[in-house]
């Protein structure tokens, strides 16, 4: 369900606040709701009839094609895959100042910086020399970072991804969002140009056999349990580009200047996350 409340702070200044869980809605969702609502409001503001949104689709609709989906031959070749991939794969122990309680309890804190601009820069006329993706590079210097660390050369990184792969699922409003994995060996004997390689062709593996969702992924892979970890992945990446960092930016109203007012999130669900914007 979807909660709201308009709270008049000063003359002319109110504060719109929206509450959704996150299993009934994810980043896009978020997108499609607050372009709706501004539609709604622009046409009562001009009082003219709302534009016809097309059909947005259902998510029960979604559900249905899933679980067909996943018995299906390309979510097998997909499983088949990631059985592969991760059959071996290791635990990623980071150094911690407390022992790891019996059970994961999910609490966290943000610690928010930038890159300096030169910095990025560099980064950025490094990739074109690599010849590959600004996410394959940082994602490269983020395993590199984390074996220095660990002090380990093989593990693995979540990367969230849209979980939205047919054309009807990008106007419905739902949970879609899963975790592609990337199993990095960022190993002292090799050059970070030759790991920069590896985690671009890894991506590409990974968008390749997405069609197992991650939820499954955890069911079939048969990897032992331990509730004091996030299972397959202890750590998570991602890269996003200034507009589309936050979806509640999104909103727009006519007559109106509208602002987000940032919330800093205090779950995490890996141990480490590590969320870039590149602006």
Not at 34 to 56: F, I
Not at 150 to 160: C, L, T
Not at 181 to 197: A, Q
Request: aromatic share 8%.
């Amino acid at each position: 369900a979807l909660r709201g409340r308009l709270t008049r702070i000063a003359e002319g200044r109110h504060l719109l606040t929206l509450v959704v869980h996150h299993a009934a809605a994810d980043a896009r969702s978020i997108e499609i709701l607050l372009h709706d609502l501004g539609v709604q409001y622009d046409a009562l503001v001009l009082g003219a009839e709302p534009a016809e949104q097309g059909d947005p689709g259902r998510y029960s609709e979604f559900a249905s094609w899933q679980r067909t989906a996943n018995a299906g031959p390309q979510v097998r070749t997909a499983l088949e895959h990631w059985r592969q991939k991760l059959s071996d794969a290791p635990v990623l122990n980071l150094p911690c100042d407390h022992a790891r309680p019996a059970h994961q309890s999910f609490r966290g804190a943000t610690r928010e910086f930038e890159v300096p601009a030169d910095a990025y820069q560099q980064v950025a006329t490094r990739t074109r020399e690599f010849g590959t993706t600004l996410f394959a590079t940082m994602a490269s210097v983020f395993a590199v970072t984390l074996a220095s660390y660990a002090e380990q050369d093989d593990f693995i990184i979540g990367v969230p991804s849209s979980g939205r792969f047919r054309r009807t699922d990008q106007s419905t409003v739902g949970f879609f969002a899963t975790t592609l994995l990337l199993r990095v060996r960022p190993r002292f004997e090799r050059t970070f140009v030759d790991l920069v390689s590896e985690v671009h062709s890894e991506c590409a593996a990974a968008y390749r056999y997405q069609a197992a969702p991650y939820e499954l992924l955890v069911t079939e892979s048969r990897v032992p349990r331990d509730l004091s970890r996030q299972p397959l992945f202890q750590v998570a990446f991602s890269l996003q580009h200034a507009a589309g960092s936050s979806p509640w930016s999104g909103l727009q109203l006519t007559g109106c200047d509208t602002e987000a007012v940032p919330i800093r999130p205090e779950t995490v669900r890996a141990d480490l996350e590590l969320h870039f914007v590149a602006t």
